[in-house]
Structure formats: structure tokens, C-alpha cells
């Protein structure tokens, strides 16, 4: 950086000598004009309106012309006035900083220390710290006496230079006077609005969106030249602006509302449906692969007596739960017959072998008594 200006800050009887340096500066791409039938640059030229001649910069000079009258300025007499020479911030009052109103901050100046020893820069800095307050202060730069405050930002002194009371117009607007009637539920819903917008300020985290649309139009126009397509460009239509419909005001709180609550929920049902889905995924595979361990058709004669090792009562419910469907349904019902079947073949094979051996209990106690 390039200091614009030296000075000293009076502190009372303490001096503070300070390089001044401008703390902002504009991004903005630079257009100039041109004749749109060539192309040709148009340029401004200092012509005198008596010969018509074009005047150089340095045989130009200043005038004030009032009722009627002018009165020409030379730049020597402009050089002495004793403000214009003067290179002092002065420092008049310690107020506040909230006493400061917004509006009247007109530029930025960062303040180095200009001297062997930074002590009077550091004692000067520690004092605003320590006591919480700006310094407002009065000094002379580029012909205008100027009213600045002097704060601090990351251990460096900012002067900011003030608009004076006179320069800040008046907000006189009689449709303000209007009697308006804002009901509860408005003002709720605004309020939830409010709360779903708030956060901490980040000025890193915006765009200047006009800037880099302009870049992007300039390097399609060296690409494509007079074959430019905009509406290809942007992907949007030359001059489609947002159409402001007209609604509602409690209609378009309520859209507002549900669109930043949809945006802010969007990220958790997407993660709430990835894992439904995964869940639901397993759950149907595990259901799948149960009822196929189920291989034996004579298991459900032995089952009812004494559970084969393995099988629990977790997985009686699940077979219970397959049966429902219907091929297994026509798998248990082949089972169940088959062992049916060999049950009954089982019972009847034993039947006359029980009564056999009824009759000869029968014959040895019918025996005894005789």
C-alpha cells in the first residue's frame, strides 16, 4: 500500500505521527464508453467554452459563481488557507461508540505509526481499549476540513471519516403517518421468519453476483463474439427479471416460512430416507432367508415334543410370520400332510401291537386267580 497522506494525531500535548492509507478499494471491472458504429473510444475533452479551444489541466483554475457573479481561484490561493495546510488530526471528544450514527461513516483510513518509536501510537490505542470509547476527531484532506473517528481494528488505529450534520438528508416521508394495524399472528410469523434467517455475519460468505455475471458475459463475448446467446449464457432469457406477483401479506409469510424451513429439513429427511430405505432393505433379506432354513419335513413331529438345537423362539415367530405367505404356506401344508401321514401310519402300525399286548396282560391276570 501506498500511504495518501502524513500527519501527527494531537492527544492533548501528546503527538502521534501516522502515514495514512485507504483501507477499501473497488473490484469493480472497468467499462468505458465507445461509438457503437466503430467501436471508437469516446474521450472527454477539457473545451473552453469562449474559443473553443481544448485547455491542458495545469491552465485550469477554479471559480465560484454566485447571483450572477464569478470569482476565479488560483491554485496558489487556494494553498493558503491555513486548513489546507494543516496536518493534524485533532482529537476533540471520547464518546460512545454507539452514540455514532451508521449513516454518517463516509471512508475508511488505516493509521501507521510514523515515527522511530511507536510507544505515543501504542499508549494512544490502549486508551481506547481500556476505556471502551471512540475518539472523534477534526482534520484537513483533499481541500475539506473533515470530522472522523478514530477506533481500533485488529491493533491498528482506522480513521473513518464523517459526513457532517448538514450532509445527511432528512427522512420525511408522510405515508410513514399512515395509521397501519399489524395483527398477532403477522407479527409472529414474521418473528419465526426472522428467527429461521438468523446467524452470525460472515461478509466472506457473499458474492458480488453482478461482477462475476459481468466477467462471465465478457469471456463468452471474446469466445463467441457477435454470436453471443445470453438466454444460452446465463440460461436465462436477455432482461428476465424476477416478476414481483402480488399477494398476500400473510400469504407470503407463510410461503417464506415454509420455504426456509423446507431447505433447512431438506438435508435430514434425505439422510432419514437413505437410512429407511437401507433398514427396510435388510429387514425384508432377513425375512427372505429365514423361512429357507426350514428344509426337513418330518421337524414339525419332532418339534412338538423337544425344539431341535439352534432354534429359538425368535425363530418360531419369524417361521410363523413366513407362513403367511403363500408358497410357504403350500411348503408347510406338503410338510404337515406328509407327517400326517407318517404319524398315522405310525399309530395304526402300533395299534395291534398294543392290543396284543392288552390281550396277553388280559390272559396273565385273567390266569392268576385261577
Given amino acids: 500500500m501506498r500511504a495518501i497522506w502524513k ?20 473490484h469493480d471491472i472497468s467499462l468505458h464508453q465507445v461509438h457503437n458504429a466503430d467501436g471508437g473510444r469516446i474521450r472527454y475533452q477539457r473545451r473552453c467554452e469562449v474559443c473553443s479551444q481544448v485547455i491542458d489541466y495545469s491552465d485550469i483554475e477554479k471559480a465560484f459563481e454566485e447571483d ?19 496536518h493534524e488530526i485533532e482529537v476533540v471528544q471520547f464518546v460512545p461508540s454507539e452514540q455514532l450514527e451508521p449513516m454518517m461513516f463516509e471512508k475508511s483510513y488505516y493509521l501507521e505509526p510514523d515515527s522511530k518509536s511507536p510507544k505515543a501510537y501504542v499508549l494512544l490505542r490502549r486508551a481506547l481499549e481500556d476505556t ?7 482534520f484537513a484532506l483533499r481541500e475539506k476540513t473533515r470530522l472522523g473517528a478514530l477506533r481500533i481494528k485488529d491493533d491498528v488505529l482506522v480513521l473513518q471519516s464523517l459526513l457532517w450534520p448538514d450532509e445527511v438528508r432528512e427522512a420525511n416521508f408522510p405515508s410513514l403517518e ?9 407479527r409472529d410469523m414474521s418473528a419465526a421468519l426472522v428467527e429461521s434467517m438468523a446467524a452470525d455475519f460472515d461478509p466472506a460468505s457473499f458474492t458480488d453476483d453482478y461482477q462475476v455475471q459481468l466477467r462471465q458475459l465478457i469471456e463468452a463475448k471474446l469466445e463467441q463474439g457477435e454470436s453471443l446467446d445470453t438466454e444460452e449464457t446465463f440460461g436465462v432469457e436477455a432482461g428476465e427479471g424476477s416478476k414481483g406477483e402480488v399477494i398476500d401479506l400473510m400469504e407470503a409469510l407463510k410461503r417464506s416460512l415454509d420455504r426456509k424451513r423446507g431447505s433447512g429439513s431438506a438435508a435430514g429427511s434425505a439422510g432419514d430416507e437413505a437410512g429407511g430405505d437401507s433398514g427396510g432393505a435388510a429387514g425384508e433379506g432377513e425375512e427372505e432367508t429365514k ?17 431341535p438345537a439352534g432354534k429359538t423362539s425368535s425363530s418360531k415367530s419369524a417361521g410363523d410370520k413366513a407362513g403367511a405367505a403363500k408358497s ?12 400326517s401321514r407318517s404319524a398315522a401310519a405310525k399309530s395304526t402300525a402300533a395299534k395291534p401291537a ?17
Avoid at 9 to 25: D, M, Q, R, W
Avoid at 293 to 305: E, I, L, Y
Avoid at 357 to 368: F, I, P, V
Fill in 178 to 186: 399512515a395509521d397501519v394495524r399489524i395483527s398477532a399472528q403477522e
Fill in 354 to 370: 398294543a392290543k396284543s399286548a392288552a390281550g396277553k396282560a388280559t390272559g396273565t391276570r385273567a390266569r392268576k386267580p385261577a
Fill in 7 to 26: 500527519g501527527a494525531i494531537a492527544f492533548g500535548l501528546v503527538n502521534v505521527p501516522v502515514k495514512v492509507y485507504s483501507a477499501t478499494e473497488d
Fill in 132 to 138: 471502551d470509547r471512540v475518539a472523534i476527531v477534526q
Fill in 68 to 86: 450572477g457573479r464569478t470569482v476565479v481561484l488560483s491554485k496558489e490561493e487556494l494553498k493558503a488557507i491555513p486548513a489546507e495546510n494543516s
Fill in 291 to 307: 423361512p429357507a432354513r426350514k428344509r426337513s419335513t418330518s421337524a414339525p413331529a419332532k418339534s412338538a415334543d423337544k425344539p
Fill in 328 to 339: 410357504s404356506e403350500a411348503k408347510g401344508a406338503a410338510s404337515k400332510s406328509a407327517g
